[in-house]
């Protein structure tokens, strides 16, 4: 197959399964459930429902790719923000706090992970290999006194699932104000004094580029 021929061919294989994917996102944003049959899937991707088993092995296999697109793409908007913070204590606390003010600029992603618990967030891609890494660089620098990154990455997890579900089920609450309180007592939590803890969590947060 000449190299045109076969770019165009990947390309083509590369928007069906994109397709399914963003198809899947919206299915786990709106309700949370998989239960949609492949054929609905297909439908609502508008690709072929021949085309299905092309790209993913079953429904399981589909959702997980959801999720982890969703994580990723979250991920990265975060890291934009966070680029050039190097103290690990600094960039926990801003990431949790960013995650609270970009709910509403991201809303598909913010329901996504409020429907996919503690367990995705913390093996998934995305988050959980840079907050593991943040973790991990904190203890290993004398940050952090947790000596276990698990426990700290966990942690960090939970309370951004906490905060996720304040915003999707109290939309009325002040996020960011909780966001902030949220990141002082997981500080405090990972070994920071209490008045460096507070001082990190009401830092001026870094700008959007």
């Known amino acids: 197959m000449p190299a045109s021929r076969r770019n165009r061919f990947e390309r083509r294989r590369a928007e069906t399964r ?8 919206q299915i786990l944003a709106e309700s949370g459930h998989t239960s949609a049959s492949i054929r609905a899937i297909a439908e609502l991707a508008d690709v072929g429902f021949g085309s299905f088993y092309n790209h993913f092995t079953g429904k399981p296999d589909l959702f997980d790719a959801a999720v982890a697109d969703a994580l990723e793409e979250y991920a990265q908007a975060i890291d934009e923000r966070l680029h050039g913070l190097d103290d690990p204590a600094e960039r926990l606390a801003a990431g949790l706090r960013l995650s609270a003010r970009m709910a509403g600029a991201h809303p598909e992603i913010m329901r996504i992970l409020c429907h996919s618990g503690l367990s995705r967030i ?10 593991r890494r943040d973790v991990e660089h904190g203890i290993a620098s004398g940050r952090f006194t ?7 990455l966990v942690a ?5 699932l906490a905060l996720l579900e304040l915003w999707f089920t109290q ?3 002040d996020n960011g104000q909780a966001s902030d309180s949220m990141a002082e007592m997981l500080l405090h939590m990972l070994g920071l004094s209490a008045d460096e803890a507070r001082d990190i ?3 001026t947060l870094p700008p959007a580029a």
Do not use: I, Y
């Open 146 to 152: 947790v000596v276990d990154p698990v426990v700290g």
């Open 18 to 25: 994109q397709a399914g994917v963003r198809a899947a996102r």
């Open 171 to 173: 939309p009325e609450a």
């Open 122 to 131: 913390c093996t998934g891609r995305g988050l959980a290999p840079r907050a």
């Open 201 to 203: 969590a009401r830092r």
């Open 156 to 160: 960090l997890d939970g309370s951004l």
